[in-house]
């Protein structure tokens, strides 16, 4: 089948199953709390739902160690319920993607489990077993010194086997062997079976690591974090993998994939995505732009520095120009959240329509995560013992091995993963209004000040403007298709882009200060001529050209 390009002018909604809604009660989201909110997605203007694993999973890492990839985690529901939900998204013009994790398994999958009962089992070698090494004194030590992502050493010993396995991620996430053609047909299974049921595409998680360099060797000088990944991240085999899967399955359905990279630049990116090449993903998940106020990981803070952002988007907006397809996001389920991070609380309205506008307009295709179109803060968790995240605990003794312990927990808390994964507020009622029980994780406490209710009739909410931009993206050639062009990169308080296609113009205008200061448009635009198409504060006048900046000031013009 010819693959068309509708991913191109739709926009997705991420949903994080487990803290999106509880249809049931038990205090856990569930796919019966999807169901009942179909519509309110629906109402976002967003044209797909990527959906966080949905499996079942120990939840070592929720969801992302998955025991089974046929069915749905009975907290979650069924196959029969995930069947309506898919059924009722496409009636309401909805794609729906799973999120397709083969570079690890669960430790308690069915493969894992088999493989480590007995060395001759065919399903030893759909993992990384080996033997350790031996000091000259005799002692036992892991077969390389690669160190995990999540918890410690990459290599975990089994006394039985009187082996080692790899986990690049927590210890309960064994990596699969892709090198293994048994393996490989597997993942087609996996892809064919939810295909079949009639799912869309694919978020790839961390697909660049799939292929591991032959011989596994050791990696110097090693790294404080994910010693190795020199190693296994975008090794060539990667490609030749998802070449096959996309020549064996993927052409055969219309669908749609976008891979998860991290640490990666466009150029790798683009031995994936490039149109004229040799392209077996449809898009590329980016990370640099992610790391404006932080060393690598989330953890290691640095003030918010805005030229590096803009570098950042730019670099992958003008790389991939007229080449390949971005994936646009500001939030996920791996980050805190952005207006915590990159805008303002004290400004929570100003600054979140700003970041809105601000990655919205660029080229690609936006994601939008669940919570953050009603502008949902960082919860700050302040003890270790309060944590879900297998990250915390890792983070904080690498943090504790250069800092205070206090100082590592207040990093943490303002970095981890879980203040993204806090239950959506949807009222002001008990709960936020997401479970009739007791909810699994704490609910932030600003839930009376920020959910969705109180954002639905104002037509200056945060909601509503996500509403409005994501429809206007939707209908406005110029937004979906133009080229990008940026302007006074090196600028310290704006971050100011135009987008052009035959004739037409945007201009976006985003203040990323408090302060006021002077903003004046650039030589070839003339704001006489522009109509102001959004904006995040009223009367917008300008005077010769310009104006002096409000608090996180948004504007956007369209010139015809
Ligand atoms: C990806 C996921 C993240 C997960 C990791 C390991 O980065 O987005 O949530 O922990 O892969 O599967």
Not at 115 to 125: E, F
Not at 128 to 138: A, E, L, M, Q, V
């Amino acid at each position: 089948m010819a693959k068309s390009e509708w991913y191109k002018n739709m926009s997705v909604y991420q949903i994080w199953p487990r803290s999106f809604c509880d249809g049931n009660g038990d205090g856990v989201g569930d796919l019966w709390g999807v169901l009942e909110k179909l519509d309110y997605i629906k109402s976002l203007n967003v044209d797909a739902i990527w959906f966080s694993p949905l499996f079942p999973s120990p939840n070592a890492d929720y969801g992302y160690d998955i025991s089974d990839y046929m069915d749905i985690h009975p907290d979650y529901g069924n196959l029969h319920v995930f069947r309506q939900v898919l059924d009722g998204a496409h009636a309401r013009g909805m794609k729906v993607f799973m999120d397709l994790v083969v570079n690890h398994t669960s430790d308690e999958h069915r493969w894992f489990v088999e493989g480590r009962k007995d060395r001759n089992s065919p399903y030893h070698d759909y993992y990384f077993w080996r033997k350790g090494r031996r000091t000259r004194s005799g002692r036992r030590l892991p077969p390389n010194n690669w160190s995990s992502v999540f918890e410690g050493g990459a290599w975990e010993y089994d006394e039985k086997l009187d082996e080692y396995y790899l986990h690049v991620f927590a210890r309960k996430q064994p990596d699969l062997n892709m090198a293994n053609p048994r393996v490989r047909a597997e993942v087609k299974n996996i892809l064919r079976f939810w295909l079949d049921l009639g799912v869309d595409g694919f978020r790839e998680d961390v697909i660049t690591f799939i292929a591991k360099d032959e011989g596994l060797p050791s990696s110097y000088p090693p790294l404080p974090v994910a010693n190795g990944i020199n190693h296994y991240a975008n090794r060539p085999k990667a490609h030749d993998y998802l070449k096959e899967f996309k020549r064996d399955v993927l052409d055969f359905y219309d669908c749609f994939t976008v891979g998860e990279s991290p640490m990666t630049t466009p150029e790798v990116a683009l031995r994936y995505i490039d149109e004229g090449g040799d392209k077996v993903l449809d898009e590329m998940i980016a990370f640099s732009h992610m790391e404006a106020d932080c060393f690598m990981l989330d953890m290691l803070q640095m003030p918010f520095n805005l030229v590096k952002m803009k570098r950042a988007f730019s670099e992958w907006q003008t790389k991939l120009q007229g080449k390949a397809w971005n994936a646009l996001y500001i939030e996920n389920h791996d980050h805190p959240r952005i207006i915590s991070r990159y805008g303002s609380e004290e400004y929570r309205t100003e600054s979140g329509k700003m970041l809105a506008a601000m990655y919205i307009l660029q080229r690609g295709t936006p994601f939008v995560y669940q919570g953050q179109e009603i502008g949902m803060l960082n919860i700050n968790l302040p003890e270790l013992g309060m944590y879900k995240d297998v990250m915390a605990q890792n983070n904080i003794d690498i943090a504790t091995r250069f800092m205070p312990r206090s100082t590592a927990m207040k990093l943490l808390a303002r970095s981890s993963r879980d203040n993204a994964r806090t239950p959506f507020q949807w009222t002001d009622g008990e709960n936020a209004g997401f479970t009739e029980g007791i909810p699994w994780f704490c609910v932030n406490e600003n839930y009376k000040q920020i959910n969705a209710a109180q954002q639905e009739d104002d037509p200056n909410s945060l909601l509503n403007f996500y509403r409005a931009i994501l429809k206007f993206r939707k209908e406005t050639p110029v937004a979906v298709w133009g080229d990008y062009k940026e302007y006074y990169p090196k600028d310290r308080n704006f971050y100011v882009y135009a987008r052009e296609y035959e004739g037409k113009r945007l201009l976006v205008i985003c203040s990323f200060t408090k302060k006021a200061v002077r903003f004046d448009a650039p030589e070839d635009f003339d704001l006489n001529a522009g109509r102001l198409v959004f904006s995040n504060y009223e009367s917008n006048f300008f005077i010769m050209n310009g104006f002096t900046s409000r608090p996180y000031e948004m504007r956007v013009y369209y010139f015809e």
